[in-house]
């Protein structure tokens, strides 16, 4: 159980904060800068050493492998028509999707994030498994996930991603209390959804990367639906793992955190990567120069 092979993307959600348009648009192909938010999570993935995905889809909702299918007559109509550039990025995605196989398990109704990851169970195989949510994009020179499975390699238990948050965010995150046990590594010690300043047990919230073991999807297994008819990973962890005495760990990731979970922070997210993008960034910033 040394490497991970494995990925989940859930994508099943019904993109309630994107509404109207993510009635058309599902949330995970809106544009970050140029690209759809689920292609960072796929390259985020192959460049961690993951060779198969597995997307958590709602029945009414396959838009994601229209994104990825092969489009040869594009291709050769750019190619008649001298678009290089354009052509370019194209076969760039394609590039992307080579030496990696994608499948689907649905999650019929949208009942939390354990739920979704439960669809996915019987692909994995009794095998360490990581997990990326598309909402969560993180700019890092050794990709997020990459930083959690060098981790798992050595103590070969579950790990989810933490970064650090200003007192005044804290209470809009899941936030961890824990144990240091070495630079930017902890033990988990209980999880708190959304704690008032006073009461949080540190700054570190949880992002939306983990590696799983077998043992956290038995415990998803077992579980009951919240009051909410949920099952939400961090609930389980925290109300059944910890409790038992399960040794969670959690890695204070390097890099930047940029957030898609909402229109206003998807927007900021946009501009701050827009104003770095080699491209585009020159030309915008001329123009940001005379709006002000």
């Known amino acids: 159980m040394n490497e991970v092979k494995k990925a989940i993307i859930p994508i099943a959600g019904l993109g309630t904060r994107f509404l109207p348009l ?13 690209i759809p938010l689920i292609q960072y999570s796929i ?57 990696i196989s994608f499948s689907y398990v649905l999650q019929k109704k949208p009942l939390g994030d354990g739920h979704a990851i439960l669809q996915a169970a019987k692909a994995i195989n009794s095998e360490a498994v990581a997990c990326l949510f598309p909402d969560d ?19 070969q238990k579950p790990v989810m991603a933490l970064y650090r948050q200003p007192e005044e965010k804290v209470p809009h995150y899941g936030i961890v209390g824990v144990e240091k046990i070495a630079n ?30 077998p043992e956290v999807l038995d415990y998803l297994k077992k579980a009951k639906p919240s009051e909410k008819k949920e099952i939400i990973l961090a609930e389980v962890i925290n109300e059944r793992m910890i409790k038992e005495g399960k040794l969670i760990y959690g890695y204070e990731i390097e890099g930047n955190w940029l957030e898609c979970g909402d229109k206003f922070r998807w927007l900021k997210s946009n501009l701050y990567l827009s ?14 120069k005379t709006l002000i």
């Open 43 to 99: 390259s985020e993935a192959k460049e961690a050493g993951i060779r198969e995905i597995i997307f958590v889809l709602s029945p009414k909702n396959k838009k994601v492998f229209e994104y990825l299918r092969p489009s040869p007559k594009i291709e050769k109509a750019l190619k008649e028509k001298k678009r290089e550039n354009i052509l370019e990025d194209v076969k760039r995605l394609d590039n992307l999707l080579s030496n």
């Open 275 to 288: 104003l770095k993008h080699p491209r585009f960034g020159p030309e915008l910033r001329k123009y940001l």
């Open 184 to 213: 930017r590594l902890f033990k988990i010690k209980k999880i708190i959804e959304k704690p008032s300043i006073e009461s949080a047990p540190s700054d570190l919230a949880i992002v939306g990367r983990y590696i799983l073991t």
């Open 22 to 34: 993510s009635k058309v648009v599902p949330k995970e192909l809106w544009p970050l800068v140029d």
């Open 137 to 155: 994009v993180v700019e890092s020179r050794v990709p997020a996930l990459l930083q959690l499975a060098k981790i798992f390699k050595t103590c």
